[in-house]
């Protein structure tokens, strides 16, 4: 996935801009939905959250279509089976158990869902022919949207372990003539690499501390070896300490924009108010985060 030029050669018309953050609690969705909120065009907004996904409460989208979300799993006729237990040694991640035969006792085959990635490998080879694949549901997918902004978010099903084959379905929905802002997981593991992945820009959400700092080295790491181009955002930037700053300026990581702590951010988050909306001077520093990314895509893509 890449920007579209415009026709007339005056330069790209959309970005995928996802925004990440390697640790909980950084302010990645208050980045994100101000961000939506801060933009005049059309913008479609992925929640890839899909664990606990939150955008919704401050963009309030008026939810127009949802539908379910399937991954497809094994189901074995036994009356077929001959417990050779070929579907147990190609399955890497040891969703399937055979029981093999005895003297005395019949075969079985204990087909686990939960730990299924749908890769389709025991149905494919399995020597009797006796493995199809069915759907099971894993979560929900919900579109909507409020005023320019159009919204798509996944619900994942509780006790489901697997978040990316719901992050790909999110992802489906991309439209390629929009500017597309992704609010990603935090972390630096497979649901934050399924939901980054494609992105012109990565926003890596941080705060001056400690345990913010020792997270972002990893999301900086992560970034570099997928090739992605990101800037960081330092929120709360004036609590903690200055170790952030020192770390991005040794590292060449240009700091895009800072958010002071405020009482006043704080309590409008916790109504579900986004700060661009709380406070409309801030929509100025957006429109500026937005216009720098704009300019490193550019330049990125006149190589």
């Known amino acids: 996935m890449s920007g579209v030029r415009r026709p007339d ?20 969705t208050t980045v994100s939905t101000s961000l939506a909120f801060s933009l005049t065009g059309e913008v479609q907004f992925l929640d890839c959250d899909v664990e606990e996904p939150n955008a919704h409460i401050f963009i309030k989208p008026a939810v127009k279509k949802t539908e379910s979300v399937h991954i497809l799993v094994p189901e074995v ?40 990635h749908a890769c389709g490998a025991c149905s494919y080879l399995c020597p009797q022919k006796c493995i199809k694949e069915v759907k099971r549901e894993i979560g929900v997918l919900e579109e ?30 991309i439209d390629n003539t929009e500017t597309v802002i992704i609010d990603a997981p935090p ?20 705060e001056p501390t400690p345990f913010g700092l020792n997270d972002l080295i990893l999301a900086v790491e992560v970034l570099r070896k997928m090739g992605i181009p990101f800037g960081v955002v330092v ?46 001077e801030y929509k100025k520093e957006f429109r500026d985060l937005f216009g720098k990314i704009k300019k490193i895509i550019q330049k990125g893509r006149d190589k």
């Open 235 to 280: 929120n709360r930037s004036d609590l903690g300490n200055d170790e952030t700053d020192t770390y991005c300026k040794k590292e060449n990581v240009p700091i895009m924009m800072r958010i002071p702590f405020r009482k006043e951010i704080a309590e409008a988050y916790s109504r579900g108010v986004p700060v661009a909306e709380a406070f409309p």
């Open 187 to 206: 972390g630096t593991s497979c649901p934050v690499i399924s939901s980054i992945q494609g992105s012109d820009f990565c926003i890596l959400v941080t």
């Open 144 to 173: 909507g949207d409020n005023a320019n902004i159009r919204f798509i978010h996944g619900r994942l099903n509780i006790g489901e372990a697997m978040a990316p084959p719901l992050i790909r379905a999110v992802k489906k929905r």
């Open 77 to 116: 006729d036994e009356t077929n089976c001959v417990f050779c237990g070929k579907c147990q040694r190609v399955c890497a991640y040891n969703a399937i158990a055979v029981i093999p035969s005895g003297t005395k006792t019949t075969g079985k085959v204990l087909v686990f869902p939960e730990l299924c």
């Open 9 to 28: 050669g005056q330069g790209i018309i959309n970005m995928i801009i996802s925004v990440a953050s390697g640790k909980g609690g950084t302010g990645k």
